[in-house]
């Protein structure tokens, strides 16, 4: 009989890497296609700059972006006592109502009132698992207002600063128009007018999803077994044009290059959900480890990710373990820039490249 190798238990060990704290990019570059980009569809990886990327693709082949749009997620206040908070809006369930990750010396009570920015008093509803359930019961009583007049930018907090005037564009893709996300695509920032238009111009096609990036991607993974992690919901989008885009481009042989990770969750959380890809609007809890199963993206644009990070992990998935462990020591060698403001790399499915 022949004997059965099990399969490998993942722990979060095996996605820790060293990374000089000095690599950390905590301000964008001058000009947003001159990131650096590692073409790492083949070992060994080559050294390239981001606005060479047309010449990366092939004529037939379909970018899809995630035209998510980050909302000035991130509200401080204060609780009863004076103590000081810090809320990052994780969603809306209603005009005033949102779940918040929030940070406070000691965790507010069901019931107890908070004072945002000045301008309006919330009371806690309860929790749900990592996150607190607010409503708005005076002042302004709308928390999509509230964010607009009196919130920040949510940088990460890698970054150790708020969001100053300048990241109010760059810390946004030139093609963000979903109002949604407490977090940037990050991949997509690499994009300018002159990358899009030599796309174009080399006969790349290009198609969009929505995927609302959620404050539970700030949080760590606290579990050893990754298969004990749960993932955090996002809303995303599909619509039939792109369903109908990316048709087009099997039809004709080209490639489907997801533009990040987030894009790669909602075309293959789509086909995991539904068995196949088909316009489709809703939430999804996919958990992209090695070993899934990829049925959609043949190539993807993404930044360099945090250790330990389930980015990480998705990355890990699509162009192998081993592959990645590679690419990513060269990338610490090479003195690329990681992290939302950092350099960028090109990746192939693996079996593909």
């Excluded at 992209?288 to 990480?312: A, C, E, Q, W, Y």
């Excluded at 890990?316 to 990645?324: K, N, Q």
């Amino acid at each position: 009989m022949p004997q059965v190798t099990p399969e490998r238990l993942w722990t979060l060990s095996d996605f820790d890497y060293d990374l000089p704290e000095g690599l950390i990019a905590s301000e964008p570059l001058a000009e947003r296609s001159a990131s650096r980009l590692l073409d790492a569809r083949s070992l060994p990886p080559a050294d390239r700059v981001f606005r060479e990327l047309p010449r990366l693709l092939r004529a037939g082949d379909l970018l899809v972006f995630n035209d998510t749009r980050v909302v000035r997620a991130r509200l401080f206040g204060q609780k009863a006592s004076g103590g000081r908070i810090e809320l990052l809006i994780e969603r809306l369930l209603a005009p005033d109502e949102a779940l918040v990750q929030m940070r406070a010396s000691h965790a507010p009570k069901v019931g107890a009132r908070l004072t945002i920015a000045g301008r309006a008093e919330a009371e806690v509803l309860g929790r749900e698992d990592r996150f607190h359930r607010l409503r708005l019961v005076s002042g302004l009583t709308d928390f999509g207002l509230l964010m607009h007049e009196a919130g920040e930018l949510p940088l990460p907090p890698y970054m150790g600063r708020r969001a100053g005037e300048a990241d109010e564009t760059r810390y946004q893709t030139v093609y963000a128009t979903k109002d949604g996300a407490v977090a940037a695509p990050t991949a997509g920032l690499h994009f300018d007018e002159a990358v899009l238009a030599a796309c174009r111009a080399a006969g790349i096609e290009m198609a969009s999803v929505t995927l609302h990036v959620g404050a539970g991607t700030f949080l760590p993974v606290q579990t050893e077994r990754i298969a004990e992690h749960r993932m955090h919901r996002e809303r995303y989008e599909l619509p039939e044009s792109t369903v109908e885009a990316i048709a087009r481009c099997r039809a004709r042989g080209g490639r489907v290059v997801a533009v990040g990770t987030t894009t790669v969750r909602t075309l293959e959380g789509v086909v995991a959900a539904l068995g196949e890809l088909r316009p489709h609007s809703a939430e999804t809890e996919l958990f992209i480890t090695p070993g899934f199963s990829f049925r959609v993206v043949d190539m993807m644009i993404t930044n360099f990710h945090l250790p330990k990070s389930t980015l990480l992990m998705l990355v890990s998935a699509f162009a192998g373990h081993d592959e990645i462990r590679a690419i990513y020591a060269h990338a610490v060698r090479e003195r690329y820039r990681f992290f939302s403001y950092g350099d960028a790399m090109l990746l192939a499915r693996k079996g593909d490249a």
